[in-house]
């Protein structure tokens, strides 16, 4: 009789872990983290299936010339990359500003990449990032390869750290990157060095310990107030957003800061801006290009314009010049204190502090209805190229949704004014609203049915470029409380954003799509609760002083809600907003949805109960744990019926693994035979042995012993595991 009675397979056996395998898996995810963002700046501008081909042939590359190249060559190759990758980013740069690189503005350069200069304000961001790509992607997969993890990680860890200075990493990458690097340090010196299963579980559990500290621990610095504030319930937290930012996300809830901002003495009432933002991202904005120094006077728009002078004095501390667009001339601050923006907005190098007073000159145009449809398509290219931007995953159905909305337009001013027109009349305004999960625009139109200004902006820009109609993201303030002849008070429940459509021969004009009674009645009701309530920097003497009287319907004119009337063309008398109603009967085309489902968790809340469910699956193994739950049900389950030799075969295996545990383990060379007498004298074990050994080793069982088998092992599995006899002994 054999004495190999262990029957091969009772349970599954551990499988050796492959060490360098987990360090490349290691390495995938260092590498997609950084490349993540890469890709994101490519998809916002443009080539991201050049990059994405860009990652994977370069990795493979990488991969499949480890073992070929060697180390100086490889290194050799990595400067090949890196200097054509700069050359061919610098001969991207137009010849007029080509002239004016030098060392000193590279160096500048890269210091403010690395000090938080988004990737996306670069002139040619896809080309820088197609341009950088290649070089951590080779060098730290060629140094995995020969299995030089530490050297690796290093390189891969550089690319990393570069785009999280940059702020173009969130969290959720950072963090994916980290634990990435650390798996390829901890798999690759198991490789190296030798491990074990037990040491893999380990390093897994300590993975996972860092990613749920991570998750759950987080640091909020604190800031001065700003008026836009985000909700005290909401999870989310939004920056100021008219506080002249080079970004601009859109966030969920918010409330509305009733403390006064600044006071305008104005020979006309408009809207006051203080940013425009060109380069869309699916979830914000972002102003692209370098700040000029302010050297005296900027030109006006095409058409010349109505001249508005403006005398701003500083409430609070104002980190924006607010202006009636489009600002030519300031006064009254240094010039070295000033900044002009790529789009024309003035920007102050330090913060205006309460008291200071500057003064703008700004040409206003007034075109009216009929020049703003004459005015054709004759766009310039750079106008074209620049503010027809979206990203390549913009979703088809907004184009659609554009067009089917602007079908009966024959101009682009019919356009726009269509679209703000199906905006303000199918979607709610609220400053309640959940942050949507991918393009803002996209889930405005189809999965919200309200929002607030930002929302509206974001939405009208996306669907006019969608149409090929130059337009942009604009934040300032609306004209404020008139408390006098030419002077406003603006509060920070005022700010706003809006949008701008380029028309030719006339500039940039302006169209707001949000409602402006429903947002009048919240401003309203915001300071009426603030000056209940005795919120300090409300009011003013001179609010305090006039007595607001607003129309009858609450809306255009009013004098209260701090807005200038319904959309208009910039410094026009409500040529925009004339438009009655949706434009070729565009309602039907977009219902609005008012049930709302069950919530569900975000995808960054699933992935971090996954990461604690793979840690979980860890410590189980490590403990033991995970391999006692899953014997203990095998214990307790009869089976399916198979063959009468195998169900008896399976039964003495139960047996015997119920005796190890009760009992004592087998001994090496102990027969089956001998291993029951010795620790058990119950009849029914021996019947169960005596049925194994003709199934086995002798001509075989029939059903009826089969199944007397296997129901006298299910009777001693419930007497011997009682709670009086404890199932381990």
Known sequence: MSTDTRAA???????????????LVALVALTASYGSVLYHVTDVVGGSRLMLATLLGTATLAVATGRILRVRTALLLTALFLVGG????ILSVPASQRALISVDRLLSDTVALLTGLSVLRLTQANVWALSVAPT?????????????????????????????LTGDAGSVTTLAGTVGAAGVVGFGTLDRYGGTAAQVDTLVILLVVMVVAAATLSVVPSTRATPVLPDRSSPSGVTSLVDAQDQVSVVGTIRLSPQVQFSVESSAESYWSTATYDRYTGSGWVRSGETDPFVGRLRGPPGGGR???????????????????RPTAVTGLAESRIRVTPRGSLQPTTTIDPGE?????????????????AAGTDYPDEVVETYTQLPASTPDRVADRAAAVTADAETPYDK???????????????????????DVADAFLFEMDAGYCTYYATTMVTMLRAEGVPARFVTGYTSGERVDDGEYVVRGLDSHAWVQVYVPDEGWVRFDPTPAAPRESAERTRITDARQSGEAGVDTEETLESTPTPTPD????STDGGTTPTPTPDGGADAAGTQPGPVGDTGATAPVSTESGPSLPSRETLALWGVVLVGVGAALRRTGAGAR?????WLRRRGARRDPDADAVRAFERLVYLLERQERPRRPGETPRAYVERVTADDRARAVLTTYERARYGPGVDRSAADEATDAVGELVRERTLPTRPFVR
């Open 554 to 557: 609450g809306g255009d004119g």
């Open 307 to 325: 001249e508005v002078r403006q005398t701003v004095t500083a409430e609070t501390e104002l980190g924006a010049m607010p202006a009636a667009w």
């Open 136 to 164: 951590p992607v080779f060098l730290s997969w060629y140094l995995a390869v020969r299995r030089r993890y530490v050297a690796s990680v290093a390189v891969g860890g550089t690319a990393l750290a570069v785009v999280v």
């Open 416 to 438: 726009a004014a269509a679209i703000e027109a199906y905006l303000e009349s199918n979607k709610r305004y609220s400053l309640t609203v959940e942050r949507p999960e991918g």
């Open 9 to 23: 397979g009772v349970l599954p056996g551990s499988l050796e872990p492959n060490f360098r395998v987990a360090a």
């Open 86 to 89: 700069l050359a061919v980013y």
């Open 357 to 373: 007073t500057y003064t703008v000159t700004s040409r206003v145009n007034r075109p009216d209805t009929a020049d703003l449809r």
């Open 629 to 633: 739950a899953v014997r203990a049900v």
